[in-house]
């Protein structure tokens, strides 16, 4: 994979408020009222959405996660920003850029 871009780091999540996310069997679903369709987020999926609940920056998530899993820093800022942007792509969230 490519090196990302670390300015992503700066960037924060905003939910769509038409999103309905419920918890099943330990993994996150969710579902858009815009669209009707419906997402398994997983494991790991479902702890970003966990951790994007009290809007930090992309890059405070990904040391959360750096912590909490046994995971290169690079290799799990290049999943978070990926995961993130098909979300985004799919009408789920925003992301907006914070100033630093």
């Known amino acids: 994979m490519a090196a990302t871009d670390p ?3 700066h960037y924060r999540i905003m939910y769509d408020e038409e999103v309905y996310v419920s918890d099943m069997d330990g ?3 969710m579902m858009s009222i815009n669209t009707g ?4 987020l997983g494991f790991t999926g479902g702890r970003i959405w966990e951790l994007a609940e009290s809007s930090p920056l992309l890059g405070e998530i990904v040391a959360a996660l750096t912590d909490e899993y046994e995971v290169d820093e690079e290799q799990c800022r290049q999943q978070v920003h990926a ?3 098909e979300l985004e792509r799919e009408g789920l969230l ?3 850029r914070e100033m630093v």
């Open 27 to 29: 993994e996150k679903v």
């Open 94 to 96: 925003k992301l907006q």
């Open 7 to 9: 300015t992503k780091d």
């Open 37 to 40: 369709k419906y997402y398994n």
């Open 83 to 85: 995961f993130v942007a």
